[in-house]
């Protein structure tokens, strides 16, 4: 079985600066991304039209290329999960994770006993269709590469930020914005962009307290920088979508000027 990329380059210390996928479903924009030196692409199921299909296309092409894809699911449960890292996925990124609980059933759902509970599927994109040694040590090895991100999207959610935290199977931390300033009651606000960073500011704590890693979403190189500097390990910058619409644009100013 391949090394999951993105896990080694986290273990290494090394930014994992990639983008989010959300509207292109030709698997071909990955080695496109690949080739712009980005680290990683994040795929979105959860607010896209893109598919599980798509997505066991994606990652095959994925792991030839050694380009790590994780994917955000639509919702964190055993169902998703379990398809998910059955066609190959290594790394999820779980949205609306609202307490310890949760997150338990997400690590049950994500690893192989003693870690978990995964359900056990057949040969597949997972394992590349090998039998390389026993169905235990591929069992362990898969156990090893899965990487879990948990999304805090709203104040109740982080009352349960250092249980979560502290568990195992649980390997990186982050807020989802834009739900979160909403749940707050504060997006749109003025001090929407305050409010937002001192929870990001509590995630990044609790994350160096158990040595989890950090992940934050950047719209520029500033904001890259930033969260960087302040531990961040993967840096999620723009979107397929936003890079198309800001491109286009600034080229449409200039052509008919």
């Not at 071909?28 to 066991?56: N, P, Y």
């Not at 349960?160 to 649980?170: E, N, T, V, Y």
């Not at 749109?188 to 995630?203: E, F, I, N, S, Y």
Request: net charge neutral; hydrophobic share 45%; glycine share 8%.
């Amino acid at each position: 079985m391949r090394p999951n990329p993105m896990r080694a380059g986290i273990e290494r210390g090394e930014p994992q600066i990639g983008t989010w996928l959300t509207l292109v479903r030709n698997p071909a924009i990955l080695s496109l991304m690949k080739a712009t030196g980005l680290d990683f692409a994040r795929v979105d199921m959860e607010h896209s039209a893109l598919s599980i299909e798509t997505v066991a296309d994606m990652v095959v092409l994925a792991r030839a290329l050694d380009f790590p894809i994780a994917v955000r699911p639509p919702k964190a449960n055993r169902e998703w999960i379990t398809r998910l890292l059955d066609v190959g996925v290594w790394n999820i990124h779980c949205p609306q994770v609202e307490d310890a609980a949760h997150a338990r059933e997400i690590v049950a759902a994500s690893r192989y006993a003693p870690s978990g509970q995964r359900g056990s599927g057949g040969l597949s994109a997972m394992t590349e269709f090998s039998t390389a040694g026993t169905a235990n040590e591929r069992r362990a090895y898969a156990n090893s590469q899965v990487f879990i991100t948990v999304m805090f999207e709203t104040a109740h959610a982080l009352n349960d930020l250092d249980a979560i935290a502290a568990m195992d199977g649980i390997d990186a931390l982050t807020i989802g914005p834009n739900d979160l300033a909403q749940n707050l009651g504060v997006f749109g606000a003025p001090d929407q962009g305050k409010v937002l960073d001192a929870h990001r500011a509590r995630v990044l704590a609790a994350a160096r307290k158990h040595g989890k890693t950090t992940a934050m979403l950047a719209f520029s190189a500033a904001e890259v920088k930033k969260w960087k500097d302040a531990g961040a390990l993967i840096l999620a910058y723009s979107s397929d979508t936003d890079m198309l619409h800001s491109g286009f644009t600034r080229a449409m100013a200039e052509l008919k000027r």
